[in-house]
DNA sequence: CAGTATCCAGCTAGATACTG
DNA sequence: CAGTATCTAGCTGGATACTG
């Protein structure tokens, strides 16, 4: 009974895995704010970034205007997370039918929510990551 | 002089990239708890699985008993992780030098405030999960 | 201006086999 | 029991080119 004894315990273990994931729901919200460039254009739109001018609270801002201060950011990444925040109901995507067409992004109250989670997020990387990074050279110096 | 013009642009975007990636210090953190497998060890020692007995509170668990609550994750994924996390200073990593080793992983006052977090974002989730799915599969019906 | 489409390199994570 | 080592498939993200 070789056959199918590895198959099973294979299967058995994705639906426990499964399970396991489905208990712990803080999963489907962090494939959402997990991401690199999620965090970056909530900072942006949450006017974390203050180098436009403004700073401190949320802002409408172009396409264009998320680009550049997301320098680095390709079309394809931009785009790709702007539509699935828009279609989370975290940002708004406003279309004004100017001659070569304006597009505004804004977040909604559901995003100002989501980019306060990410604060708290912040705050506990500036209260610890000294401490983590502190700890991270002390294991490396111990490690011969 | 069109050598070095596509060059200088992709070095510029490099360092604006770099430069917003520091300014929004939760990139470090994020990098941490971002992680599926992280969360996951997190819930685990914190005590959110409930499926072994105990329940609520931080609790010493060997390296199979994690691997059995988190069935799914390879030796390779769970060891990379504990050791990642205890290298931040997360976890402690105690061994009992029994005939066949022991070896116990607990939270430490850090990983439980990490924990504590994570919690935070749980909460998020369970608060609003809901209206997400329900704007996705609104947006996702009005695109035809 | 604000995208869409396509192709491809690199990294990650899973499978598998072996060890103190 | 608690790992380590190695190989590879698949997905993600970046480059590039084209469009309403």
Chains 1, 2 share one sequence.
């Not at 965090?39 to 680009?67: P, W």
Request: aromatic share 4%; hydrophobic share 40%; proline share 2%.
């Amino acid at each position: 009974m070789t056959t199918t004894n590895a198959a099973q315990r294979r299967a058995r273990a994705k639906v426990e895995y499964n399970a396991f994931l489905a208990a712990c729901p803080s999963r489907q919200l962090l494939d959402r704010i997990s991401d690199k460039w999620v965090v970056l254009v909530l900072c942006a739109l949450g006017g974390d970034a203050a180098q436009t001018g403004a700073a401190g609270d949320a802002m409408a801002m172009r396409y264009s205007e998320i680009s550049r201060l997301l320098a680095g950011a390709s079309q394809k990444m931009l785009t790709q997370t702007l539509r699935a925040l828009e279609r989370d109901g975290v940002v708004t995507r406003t279309v004004t039918p100017t001659v070569p067409v304006t597009v505004t992004y804004e977040l909604t109250d559901l995003g100002l929510s989501l980019h306060e989670v990410s604060r708290g997020l912040r705050n506990w990387a500036q209260n610890h990551m000294e401490e983590v990074l502190t700890r991270r050279t002390a294991y490396d110096d111990r490690a011969s």
